[in-house]
């Protein structure tokens, strides 16, 4: 972590930036997380929702990032 952080400060990102980025990617990998499961939507077109409780409190706190 410290290697890559001070190799994104070498190139430049400021504090900020840093932080913006470090929010995405810990977003990002919570997604891996997440239980899709198939389902037919009303209109009978192929669909998807998340099948586990992990992902209704990931969808609530995923304004924090």
């Not at 891996?32 to 706190?61: A, H, K």
């Amino acid at each position: 972590f410290m290697l890559t952080r001070k190799s994104l400060e070498i190139l430049g990102f400021s504090c900020d930036e840093l932080i913006s980025i470090f929010k995405i990617l810990a977003a990002i990998l919570k997604l891996g997380n997440l239980n899709f499961v198939p389902i037919t939507n009303i209109d009978g077109t192929e669909g998807c929702e998340i099948s586990n409780d992990y992902g209704e409190n990931f969808l609530q706190g995923l304004h924090n990032y």
